[in-house]
């Protein structure tokens, strides 16, 4: 009995030590590698997330209002928000513009990608974007979680760097008091269809993993530099 009862404390002691390095420790580092070095980004890449019942949630709100911060401390110059339609008939990217521009980010620094439906397609899309608007540094400004799946991805399939700074929950805490409303009317896609059913589980499943990303370097499947 005491044995299974010191297990039970040694899971529950790892897994408390992993959420606080995902959700805290790491954050921090990051955020703090960025304003030690002065560094800044030509434009942040921030994934969607589905917009329901006429509301943000907490993750599309945390993600919006980081980059929000992070615009406003001049760490970043432009956004890219990317997602389409794909669990609601809204493209996350819109409503997520429509937030950022109601706390103030100038419509001129935001961009959309309105292809993505999977965060690896969020990534390789927008990276793709940043190319064709001339954009050299790239920031993912997204959740502790997302960030922390992301990091390999990131690492292995770009030739230009993609810096990981995602939110610290106890700034975004002392944020998230904002409320706002939006007309969401623009962002809506009448022919809406949720990838639910489109695709069955194995291919939504390949998707996430990048499947059919149409990598520059096929063989490599790896993106080309900026």
């Known amino acids: 009995m005491y044995r299974s009862a010191f297990l039970v404390i040694l899971v529950t002691a790892f897994l408390l030590g992993c959420k606080t390095y995902i959700y805290r420790e790491r954050p921090a580092k990051l955020y703090r590698e960025v304003t030690d070095s002065n560094k800044t980004f030509d434009v942040a890449i921030v994934p969607g997330v589905p917009f329901y019942n006429n509301q943000w949630d907490s993750v599309m709100k ?3 209002l980081w980059a929000d911060f992070l615009y406003k401390k001049g760490i ?3 956004v890219i928000f990317s997602g389409s339609a794909v669990y609601s008939p809204y493209y ?5 513009g429509l937030y950022a521009e109601e706390l103030g980010i100038p419509a001129a620094n935001i961009f959309f990608e309105t292809q ?5 397609e969020n990534i390789y899309y927008s990276y793709e974007m940043a190319r064709k608007q001339g954009f050299k ?4 400004v997204t959740d ?34 904002v409320e706002l409303e939006i007309n969401p009317s623009s962002a809506y896609e009448a ?9 069955n589980k194995l291919k939504r499943f390949r998707g996430t993993l990048g499947a059919f990303i149409p990598w520059e370097n096929r063989t490599g499947r790896k993106a080309d530099p900026l």
């Open 62 to 64: 945390g993600r919006v």
């Open 76 to 78: 970043i110059r432009n």
């Open 92 to 96: 996350e990217a819109r409503i997520m």
């Open 116 to 120: 993505a439906e999977h965060s690896t």
């Open 137 to 140: 540094t790239i920031a993912l």
């Open 144 to 177: 502790p979680f997302q960030s922390l799946m992301m990091k390999g991805f990131t690492r292995r399939r770009f030739a230009t760097s993609i810096w990981h700074v995602p939110f610290i929950v106890d700034t975004l805490r002392k944020l998230n008091g």
């Open 191 to 199: 022919k809406f269809r949720s990838i639910v059913d489109r695709e």
